[in-house]
């Protein structure tokens, strides 16, 4: 399959700040690519390298196989959606989406025809006399999109777009936006710090950390097997187990993650591993119990309305055989 982005070895300095340090990756034509990771982590700016607003110290990009390096932004076939969308407030929504159109120097007629497709294709076909003022939180956000479509890119950066969403909203537009993805055929390159995001809408996930790829593959590989520690912690929440604590649960001597709803309590009689509650944090859908154990502390996650110890009562448990993940030794 063709790659829509490529990174070789791809560096950004800021003075002696690393940004992007030495990053490669793939990014395959028609995918939808999520880049995570804490702030801080260049994310951002590998998006910002893609787009053409920031030039790479070292290294080669390519976008469909043209190396990009000297390429201006506006000859890049990229569009960027941003997290605050940056709609022009003195013009509709119309006029918004087909901005890039007018730019481009497409006669009125056409690019309005063009941005009311584009807003029947984003839910938004009887909003183009309103101004942004008049929109809410989601549809501006939709908006954001149908104008960075309009100039039918062959890549589309969203750059926390959902970010400024609230919980119930964000959940709906991620939907939208997959869906969106696998009806067009565009490859989505999309930034986001929160791994549920990542996790529910891309094919593919580069996990960001300190201006590297930590871990780069499908979802459910990066959430069940991490490579490192940084992995383990920022996707998900994961017991970290040192050496001593693996080789307590049954497994080598090495460093391990153990995700805690591969964990269950069982009733006392004939288990080995037993410890006592410390404390319950209730997350809606399930409840986190933290164990202290012999050898360490654990979490352990039960499904909400199922029978839950109190702190200070003593609990067992059980692990599958292949619930532990060995990792790097960091």
């Known amino acids: 399959m063709t790659n829509a982005v490529e990174f070789l070895s791809v560096s950004r300095l800021f003075g002696t ?144 777009p959902l970010g400024a969403l609230d919980l119930k909203l964000r959940e709906a537009m991620q939907d939208e936006l997959k869906a969106l993805q696998q009806r067009l055929g565009i490859t989505f390159v999309f930034v986001t710090h929160d791994q549920s995001e990542a996790l529910s809408m891309a094919d593919t996930v580069a996990v960001f950390n300190n ?13 069940a097997r991490p490579r490192t520690r940084f992995v383990a912690d920022f996707v998900g929440s994961s017991n970290v187990l040192d050496p001593a604590m693996t080789r307590a649960l049954g497994g080598p001597e090495v460093t391990a993650s153990l995700r805690p709803e591969a964990l269950r309590l069982v009733p006392a009689a004939g288990a080995t591993l037993c410890g006592t509650v410390t404390g319950l944090r209730y997350l809606g859908p399930s409840v986190r119990v933290t164990v202290q154990m012999p050898f360490g502390v654990l979490g352990v996650m039960v499904p909400a309305g199922s029978p839950c110890p109190e702190p200070g009562s003593s609990v067992c448990i059980d692990l599958a055989p292949d619930a532990l993940h060995v990792m790097e030794d960091e």
């Open 17 to 160: 700040v690393r940004a992007v340090d030495g990053v490669d990756l793939s990014i395959k034509a028609g995918s939808f690519f999520a880049m995570l990771g804490p702030s801080g982590s260049g994310k951002t700016t590998c998006l910002r390298l893609i787009s053409g607003f920031e030039r790479p110290t070292g290294g080669t990009i390519r976008i469909f196989g043209q190396d990009v390096g000297r390429v201006p932004p506006n000859l890049r076939n990229v569009n960027t959606v941003f997290q605050d969308y940056a709609l022009f407030p003195h013009m509709n929504v119309r006029d918004n989406v087909a901005y890039g159109l007018m730019v481009k120097g497409v006669d009125r007629r056409t690019r309005h025809a063009k941005a009311e497709e584009m807003l029947a294709l984003v839910k938004l076909d009887s909003y183009g006399d309103r101004k942004p003022a008049q929109l809410s939180g989601g549809q501006r956000q939709r908006v954001a999109l149908a104008r960075a479509l309009v100039n039918e890119p062959q890549v589309l950066l969203l750059d926390e």
């Open 211 to 223: 201006g590297k790829i930590a871990q780069i593959g499908s979802p459910a590989d990066v959430y």
